[in-house]
């Protein structure tokens, strides 16, 4: 097969939406099929550096948001494209309605469907609770690659070899790939009011722009802090990790695969009802950042890791639940609907 992504990730929106279309290229990749991506040279710029990336990134022009899904369907017929996957809240019910082929298919990551019909092939929400959004009302005749089942995950957090607790020491703050609301820098700051003594790794994304401040806080903090930026081994991190403090965007598939105990912070209302459904599995609490100051969910996290016991408890129910390579699945889907159609031709 041949596919097509058309994501963005930046300061401004995070990510996330990269990294989930990056794991689901690598599983494509995998098992012998062809992508590119498309994205503004900004979004570029971030992925660049990636030791993981695969897959060919091809520049999108400077046009107006109206006319680009009919450069982008052009772009798909000129590829030989199979299947086109979108990724990004821009990608709104008029732009998917403007893709709808019947040369290639299209394919839609989602989290809420709040925004209309979605004019999909395939639906793709990996969160435990995702088949309460109803997505048979907004895609009736789609494939839903939805549930737990169909968590992607990058390949290193399909390898782990040794997820046992006696090798974990650290607390980690790891607040996305842009962390645009300075979360991390709000928490250092809470753990050195309350005079936090543990070990602590600090995670920032590629496109967090706030590295110059968060030096000077860790200079100044007398914190045992490790600074991490664009970390490239997040899998090795999160095994020696006893306690995560996180955004509850799609890392907390990574911090369940890595069975480690977490307190995931609500930043994003599409967040919710992934991360209630991840505590109702017992190996993480839910903070909401706008209920909550960072000075009472760091105290909230400083409570949790001086319960051993506890942690080690949710811990244990991490390990309960199987890493599932959902990308592998969806890959199958995809090719199965190909060889449909293909005969149908």
């Given at each position: 097969m041949r596919v097509v992504f058309r994501v963005e990730g930046e300061p401004n929106i995070g990510l996330g939406h990269v990294m989930r279309c990056m794991a689901l290229a690598q599983s494509l990749v995998k098992y012998g099929h062809e992508l590119f991506f498309f994205m503004s040279q900004r979004s570029q710029y971030f992925c660049c550096n990636r030791a993981d990336w695969i897959g060919t990134m091809l520049p999108m022009p400077d046009i107006d948001k109206s006319?680009?899904?009919?450069?982008?369907?052009?772009?798909?017929?000129?590829?030989?494209?199979?299947?086109?996957?979108?990724?990004?809240?821009?990608?709104?019910?008029?732009?998917?309605?403007?893709?709808?082929?019947?040369?290639?298919?299209?394919?839609?990551?989602?989290?809420?469907?709040?925004?209309?019909?979605?004019?999909?092939?395939?639906?793709?929400?990996?969160?435990?609770?995702?088949?309460?959004?109803?997505?048979?009302?907004?895609?009736?005749?789609?494939?839903?690659?939805?549930?737990?089942?169909y968590q992607v995950l990058r390949q290193e957090f399909l390898q782990l070899t040794n997820r046992q607790w006696s090798n974990r020491k650290h607390l980690t703050l790891m607040f996305g790939g842009s962390d645009p609301k300075k979360q991390t820098i709000k928490a250092l700051q809470s753990l050195g009011k309350a005079n936090a003594c543990m070990p602590i790794i600090v995670i920032t994304g590629a496109a967090f722009d706030g590295l110059h401040d968060l030096a000077e806080l860790?200079?100044?903090?007398?914190?045992?802090?490790?600074?991490?930026?664009?970390?490239?081994?997040?899998?090795?991190?999160?095994?020696?990790?006893?306690?995560?403090?996180?955004?509850?965007?799609?890392?907390?598939?990574?911090?369940?695969?890595?069975?480690?105990?977490?307190?995931?912070?609500?930043?994003?209302?599409?967040?919710?009802?992934?991360?209630?459904?991840?505590?109702?599995?017992?190996?993480?609490?839910?903070?909401?950042?706008?209920?909550?100051?960072?000075?009472?969910?760091?105290?909230?996290?400083?409570s949790l890791w001086q319960q051993p016991e506890l942690l080690r408890s949710m811990h244990t129910k991490a390990l309960q639940f199987p890493v599932v390579d959902g990308a592998k699945k969806i890959v199958e889907l995809m090719s199965e609907q190909k060889i449909t159609s293909d005969d149908a031709k």
């Amino acid at each position: 097969m041949r596919v097509v992504f058309r994501v963005e990730g930046e300061p401004n929106i995070g990510l996330g939406h990269v990294m989930r279309c990056m794991a689901l290229a690598q599983s494509l990749v995998k098992y012998g099929h062809e992508l590119f991506f498309f994205m503004s040279q900004r979004s570029q710029y971030f992925c660049c550096n990636r030791a993981d990336w695969i897959g060919t990134m091809l520049p999108m022009p400077d046009i107006d948001k109206s006319a680009e899904p009919e450069w982008l369907a052009k772009q798909c017929l000129d590829l030989n494209a199979d299947w086109l996957v979108l990724d990004g809240y821009q990608f709104d019910l008029e732009y998917r309605q403007s893709l709808q082929s019947n040369v290639f298919k299209l394919a839609v990551f989602d989290d809420m469907n709040n925004s209309g019909a979605l004019y999909a092939d395939m639906v793709i929400n990996g969160a435990l609770n995702a088949s309460l959004h109803n997505y048979q009302l907004t895609a009736p005749k789609a494939l839903l690659a939805i549930g737990q089942g169909y968590q992607v995950l990058r390949q290193e957090f399909l390898q782990l070899t040794n997820r046992q607790w006696s090798n974990r020491k650290h607390l980690t703050l790891m607040f996305g790939g842009s962390d645009p609301k300075k979360q991390t820098i709000k928490a250092l700051q809470s753990l050195g009011k309350a005079n936090a003594c543990m070990p602590i790794i600090v995670i920032t994304g590629a496109a967090f722009d706030g590295l110059h401040d968060l030096a000077e806080l860790i200079k100044i903090s007398g914190l045992d802090i490790t600074h991490l930026h664009d970390c490239q081994n997040m899998a090795a991190v999160l095994l020696n990790t006893k306690l995560a403090l996180s955004a509850a965007g799609g890392s907390q598939f990574e911090l369940l695969a890595c069975a480690t105990p977490s307190i995931l912070v609500v930043v994003a209302e599409n967040q919710k009802l992934a991360s209630q459904g991840a505590a109702s599995q017992g190996w993480c609490q839910v903070v909401n950042s706008d209920d909550l100051s960072s000075d009472e969910w760091v105290k909230q996290c400083l409570s949790l890791w001086q319960q051993p016991e506890l942690l080690r408890s949710m811990h244990t129910k991490a390990l309960q639940f199987p890493v599932v390579d959902g990308a592998k699945k969806i890959v199958e889907l995809m090719s199965e609907q190909k060889i449909t159609s293909d005969d149908a031709k």
